[in-house]
C-alpha cells in the first residue's frame, strides 16, 4: 500500500452523508487558497479553489468556505461518495508574488459504504 | 488544465548515488515547480524551476543536492545527489499558466533509498 496520509488525522463518515474538512493557514498576505485531493499512487488533484476577495465558493458537490478573521479554510463535499475517499490538503499560494504553495497537513477521509 | 508526466514513477536507489527525475509538460507553462512529500506527510515545496536560469531554492534545500534544470517552458528535471536513505520520499512537479490560478501536478517519483 501507499504510505501518504498513514499519519493523517481521520474523518470517517457515511456514504450519502456531508463532509466537512477543515485547514488552518498562517500567512496574512495569501490571497489564494485551493484545495486537493490526493488519491493513493497519485500526485494531488485540484478541487476548487477561491480568492481572498470571496468568503464561499461553490463547484459540483463542494463548496469551500473562507474566514479570512480566523485564517480558517473549510471543504464541504456533499452527499459523500466512496469515490471522496482520500487525503485532502489544502493548499494557499499569493496571487502576485512567487505563485508557489504552502500546503496544509492533510486530512484523510474515508467514506463507509 | 495542463497534464503533466513524470519519469521513473518510481525507483528504488543504492546511498551515494544520484537519479535525475524528468517532469513534462503537455502545454506551455509559465510556471514550474519541486515538492516533496515525505512518507505520511504533506507536500514541501523544494524550487522553483526557472526557465533558462538557476532554480530558485526554499530554504533548507540547495543546488549541490537537488541540481533542476529548465530548459523550455514543458520541461524540467530534478536531480536527488548523493541519496541516503533520508531522500526517500515521492518527488511531485507541477505547473501553472500565468493569468491562470491552478497548479496542476504530476504523478510524483516514489524514491527508495536502501
Known amino acids: 500500500g501507499e504510505s501518504v496520509g498513514l499519519h493523517l488525522p481521520t474523518l470517517s463518515v457515511q456514504e450519502g452523508d456531508n463532509s466537512i474538512i477543515n485547514c488552518a493557514y498562517s500567512n496574512s498576505a495569501s490571497d489564494y487558497f485551493i484545495w486537493y485531493k490526493q488519491e493513493s499512487g497519485k500526485g494531488p488533484q485540484f478541487i476548487i479553489d477561491?480568492?481572498?476577495?470571496?468568503d464561499k465558493r461553490q463547484g459540483q458537490r463542494v463548496t469551500v468556505l473562507l474566514n479570512k478573521t480566523v485564517k480558517h479554510l473549510s471543504l464541504q463535499i456533499a452527499a459523500t461518495q466512496p469515490g471522496d475517499s482520500a487525503v485532502y490538503f489544502c493548499?494557499?499560494?499569493?496571487?502576485?508574488?512567487?505563485?508557489?504553495?504552502?500546503f496544509g497537513s492533510g486530512t484523510r477521509l474515508q467514506v463507509q459504504p | 488544465s495542463a497534464v503533466i508526466s513524470q519519469k521513473p514513477s518510481r525507483d528504488i536507489c543504492q546511498r551515494g548515488t544520484s537519479l535525475t527525475i524528468q517532469c513534462q509538460v503537455d502545454?506551455?507553462?509559465?510556471?514550474m515547480f519541486w515538492y516533496r512529500q515525505q512518507p505520511g506527510q504533506s507536500l514541501t515545496l523544494i524550487a522553483t524551476?526557472?526557465?533558462?536560469?538557476?532554480?530558485?531554492?526554499e530554504s533548507g534545500f540547495v543546488i549541490d543536492k537537488f541540481p533542476i534544470s529548465r530548459p523550455n517552458l514543458t520541461f524540467s528535471t530534478l536531480t536527488v545527489s548523493n541519496m541516503s536513505p533520508e531522500d526517500s520520499s515521492i518527488y511531485l512537479c507541477s505547473g501553472g499558466h500565468s493569468g491562470l490560478n491552478e497548479q496542476f501536478f504530476g504523478p510524483g517519483t516514489r524514491l527508495t533509498v536502501l
Open positions: 493548499a494557499e499560494s499569493d496571487l502576485v508574488g512567487r505563485r508557489a504553495l504552502t
Open positions: 524551476a526557472n526557465q533558462g536560469s538557476e532554480a530558485t531554492y
Open positions: 502545454s506551455q507553462v509559465t510556471m
Open positions: 477561491i480568492r481572498s476577495n470571496m
